[in-house]
């Protein structure tokens, strides 16, 4: 099956600086998303974005589809930023919202 | 509702026992999932309902794991004779294909066996 490989594994940051994560993914996708899972374990769907950009406040997201990877910045950390972030990606066919997830990335945003 | 809900929100059970899982999904989504997450791993996939289509269930780990779903409503995740491995958070979450299949989650239930 398709393989999901997210960077850095852990991140740490003081507030207000920025940031970039990364998925890289082993074959040909039409279906990627990034979520936020927060200390308290809620997940939470940021973009869906098989290809392209998007931005929703001090979050982007871009995706290279014929390469394999997508980037999701995050500007101007917060401390509630801290949680782990997942990237997950699905290849189509019948199962076309089927995902594969990666390991995440922990992010810690200290004040 | 407004959310995906999931009941019940903890479990906690003897090794051997049946436990059943509970998603009502949000109103009008064709697709509904199921994920496990072990403590500090990633999401790993269960099984998928889509419509009146059957159902993708590749992820499931053994034959001890069974789920169903009425129509496009709740759907009921169940493990037979739990053993110690299938302590985790089992996630549901649902989608349509009109918001391209973006996931909303519940907030999940943790299943401990002891």
């Known amino acids: 099956g398709i393989q999901v490989e997210q960077s850095p594994p852990d991140l740490i940051l003081q507030e207000g600086a920025n940031s970039t994560l990364r998925c890289n993914f082993s074959d040909s996708v039409n279906n990627l998303q990034w979520f936020h899972q927060n200390p308290w374990g809620q997940l939470i769907n940021l973009f869906y974005?098989?290809?392209g950009t998007k931005q929703n406040g001090r979050l982007s997201a871009t995706t290279v589809a014929t390469e394999r990877y997508s980037l999701l910045y995050i500007s101007s950390s917060q401390t509630t930023d801290s949680g782990v972030y997942f990237c997950?990606?699905?290849?189509?066919?019948?199962?076309?919202?089927?995902?594969?997830f990666g390991q995440g990335t922990i992010l810690t945003v200290h004040p | 509702g407004a959310g995906v809900s999931q009941s019940p929100s903890n479990k906690v059970t003897e090794k051997g026992k049946d436990v059943e899982l509970r998603c009502d999904p949000i109103s009008g989504h064709t697709a509904l999932y199921w994920y496990r997450q072990r403590l500090g791993q990633g999401l790993e996939f269960l099984i998928y309902?889509?419509?009146?289509?059957?159902?993708?269930k590749s992820g499931l780990p053994s034959d001890r794991f069974s789920a169903e779903r009425t129509g496009e409503s709740v759907s009921t995740l169940t493990i037979q004779r739990t053993q110690q491995e299938d302590s985790a958070v089992y996630l549901c979450?649902?989608?349509?294909?009109?918001?391209?299949?973006?996931?909303?989650f519940g907030s999940g239930t943790r299943l401990t066996v002891v």
């Open positions: 979450a649902s989608s349509s294909k009109t918001a391209h299949y973006g996931y909303t």
């Open positions: 309902f889509q419509g009146n289509s059957a159902p993708d």
């Open positions: 974005i098989p290809s």
């Open positions: 997950a990606v699905g290849a189509g066919g019948t199962s076309y919202g089927k995902l594969t």
